[in-house]
């Protein structure tokens, strides 16, 4: 089945440091990835979404300076939350959609969610 | 614009008891609609799906949902719960209609809690 890791599954930074955030498509490829931050206890928030070789789609709210994405192949896009802050603790989550380049028959309805990151901030 | 909406924070049941988790949904034409299930720490796990055909989908480890055009509703349920089934649910509706085509818009999602 559709498979996306992520990468790490866990950071604790410091406080003023960048992290970056691994998210792979295995065994599809994926012009499309998106990135969402969840809080305890709640639900799932759509900050980005990320295309492949063009620059990515903020939503409103979220800080283009401050939350760096990159999409530079069709398996791979980066998160990395710059200057981080004690606030930017969370759960992220990336999930990405089967272009259909592989060929596969997988859905294109669906998205593929990562295992998820949760990143703290001392 | 798109939404779903579960109305209920948190479900407990019995063991071996029948669940329902509710959702219902707000959309622009046909709705495409999902339930997934996340564990502590990790990341979500798809269910089922509707997109068009029969009402009652069936999905992953025994559950289904039933699409109700006229209710606006897509709840989730189960015959017999089991404690593994212990989880946070969210529902969720992809939007087919604006530029993106892509996104998906999720519940607040709704913990059950299966009681031994």
């Known amino acids: 089945g559709a498979v996306v890791s992520q990468h790490p599954s866990r950071v604790i930074c410091k406080s003023g440091t960048s992290v970056k955030i691994e998210c792979r498509s295995l065994?599809?490829?994926?012009?499309?990835m998106f990135w969402y931050r969840q809080f305890p206890k709640q639900s799932l928030m759509l900050m980005a979404t990320s295309n492949e070789g063009s620059k990515a789609t903020y939503e409103q709210g979220v800080e283009k300076d401050k939350f760096l994405i990159n999409h530079a192949s069709l398996t791979l896009s980066t998160l990395t939350v710059t200057s981080a802050h004690p606030e930017d603790s969370s759960f992220y989550i990336c999930?990405?959609?089967?272009?259909?380049?592989?060929?596969?028959?997988?859905?294109?309805?669906?998205?593929?969610f990562g295992p998820g990151t949760r990143l703290t901030v001392t | 614009a798109q939404s779903v909406a579960q109305p209920e924070d948190q479900v407990n049941v019995a063991e071996g008891n029948p669940l329902t988790v509710k959702c219902t949904y707000s959309?622009?034409?046909?709705?495409?609609l999902f339930w997934y299930v996340q564990y502590p720490n990790r990341g979500l796990q798809f269910l089922l799906k509707?997109?068009?055909?029969?009402?009652l989908v069936k999905g992953s480890y025994g559950f289904e949902a039933e699409f109700n055009k006229s209710q606006t509703s897509f709840h989730l349920k189960k015959p017999s719960a089991l404690v593994s089934d212990s989880a946070l649910y969210f529902c969720a509706v992809r939007d087919m209609i604006s530029n993106t085509g892509n996104q998906f818009y999720f519940g607040t999602g709704t913990s059950l809690t299966v009681i031994p």
């Open positions: 509707y997109i068009t055909g029969d009402n």
């Open positions: 065994d599809f490829q994926a012009t499309t």
């Open positions: 999930s990405a959609r089967d272009s259909g380049a592989s060929g596969g028959r997988r859905s294109s309805y669906e998205q593929y």
């Open positions: 959309v622009s034409g046909n709705p495409y």
